[in-house]
Structure formats: structure tokens, C-alpha cells
């Protein structure tokens, strides 16, 4: 069955602690890895996609990597507004548009 | 422009009353979806259309009908609704169903029954 795991649950830092948010998968046949940002009440934003392994994308303070049984998400000296819940999510049919989704890491950076 | 509108933002109905969503956009996508997503939990999949045609079901309750009038719009109709039904209703869009294919959110609507 395909499942994709999400690891921590929540995850605490001080502005400018550097960590990593992790997303392994066990799917049938990836065809792309989706990472969404998500505030409270408000709809996912797309941040990043992968397809094969050893990619990686960057925007601002966060870089997402992608091997054959997981993605990093690092997030490199957080700020306040970027607590929120990062979403992982993948699809694994070519033919159809269903993605399955992590359960979320829900981030709080204090200043 | 990467931007899927949805109206209302919050709508509250009783079990016997008949209200709709909907969901709009404008960057030529041919792919729309309709997701359910309780508090704490991640979005689910309800319905997808390609090209305006229903393509996935995801075996949900016929009390949610959905509807796709044009390649721009998404329409959910709801009927008979129960209190756990109440949730965040979001609308996505990407430009096919197939692979490589980035679906966009909406801010979604906030859904009380009563």
C-alpha cells in the first residue's frame, strides 16, 4: 500500500536554528513529490516539486532534496513567519491527479 | 498568476438546507479538484475533473454533488449535509491530470453544519 510518513509530528525552533523536516515514502512508482506550506484556516501553498532522485530546489530560506525513500525539507535560519504546517505530499499514477499526503509537520519558530 | 478563488469563505447550513461552492480560475488549467479537510489533518480527495468531465470519485456520500460548468469553473452542491461534514472544502487546479502536473490551491471555504 502506498504511504507516505511525515516526521516530526511538530517541531519547535529559535529564530535562526537551522533543522530539517522529513518526508519518506513507500509508493508503487513516484511520479512526483509535492512540498505545500500550510497557515491555519487557510489553503495550501505550493513551495516545491520533485521528480527524481538527487534533486533539489531552493527558495529563500528553505531547500528541498529528494532520495529514493524520502525528502528533506531544511529550513536554514527560520524566522518567525514561517511557522506554519509544511505538507509532503506524492503522487504515484501518471494517468491520474491523486496525490497522497503526510499527516504535516506543524513548525513554530519563536523569536 | 497562480490564483484559485473560492466563495463563500465561511458558510454555516442546517442538515435540510441545500447551499453550493464554488471555485473559479483563470490560468487555463484543465484539471480541477475538490478536497475535504478536517482540523489537523491533511486534505482529502473527493472529486477530480479533467477537461469537464468527472474523472475521480473517491466513493464520497451523493449528499455532495459536484459540477463543472466550464473549463474555469467548480461547483459543489450540498444537500442533506450531516454535522461531520463540517470542514475546510478546498478547490485545486492544475493544467492536466497527468504527471508533472502542480495542482494549486484555493483559500478554501469554511463549512459548519448544524
Known amino acids: 500500500e502506498d504511504q507516505v510518513t511525515q516526521s516530526p509530528e511538530a517541531l519547535r525552533l529559535q529564530e535562526g536554528e537551522s533543522s530539517s523536516l522529513n518526508c519518506s515514502y513507500t509508493?508503487?512508482?513516484?511520479?512526483?513529490l509535492f512540498w505545500y506550506r500550510q497557515d491555519p484556516g487557510k489553503g495550501p501553498e505550493f513551495l516545491f516539486t520533485?521528480?527524481?532522485a538527487g534533486e533539489e530546489k531552493e527558495k529563500e530560506r528553505l531547500k528541498a532534496t529528494l532520495t529514493k525513500k524520502e525528502s528533506f525539507l531544511h529550513i536554514t535560519a527560520p524566522k518567525p513567519e514561517d511557522s506554519a504546517t509544511y505538507l509532503c505530499?506524492?503522487?504515484?499514477?501518471?494517468?491520474?491527479?491523486?496525490?497522497?499526503f503526510g499527516q504535516g509537520t506543524t513548525l513554530q519558530v519563536k523569536p | 498568476d497562480t490564483e484559485v478563488t473560492q466563495t463563500p469563505k465561511h458558510l454555516v447550513m442546517g442538515m435540510t438546507n441545500k447551499k453550493s461552492l464554488k471555485c473559479e480560475q483563470h490560468?487555463?488549467?484543465?484539471?480541477m479538484y475538490w478536497y475535504k479537510q478536517k482540523a489537523k489533518k491533511p486534505p482529502e480527495l473527493m472529486f477530480v475533473?479533467?477537461?469537464?468531465?468527472?474523472?475521480i470519485n473517491e466513493s464520497v456520500p451523493s449528499r455532495f454533488s459536484p459540477e463543472c460548468p466550464n473549463s474555469s469553473l467548480l461547483n459543489l452542491h450540498l444537500h442533506a449535509l450531516q454535522p461531520e461534514d463540517s470542514a475546510l472544502y478546498l478547490c485545486?487546479?492544475?493544467?492536466?491530470?497527468?504527471?508533472?502536473?502542480?495542482?494549486?490551491f484555493g483559500p478554501g471555504t469554511r463549512l459548519l453544519v448544524l
Open positions: 490560468m487555463g488549467h484543465r484539471a
Open positions: 509508493v508503487s512508482g513516484l511520479r512526483g
Open positions: 485545486a487546479s492544475s493544467q492536466a491530470e497527468g504527471s508533472k502536473q502542480t495542482q494549486y
Open positions: 475533473y479533467s477537461y469537464e468531465k468527472l474523472s
Open positions: 505530499a506524492v503522487r504515484v499514477s501518471s494517468n491520474t491527479g491523486k496525490l497522497i
Open positions: 520533485l521528480y527524481s
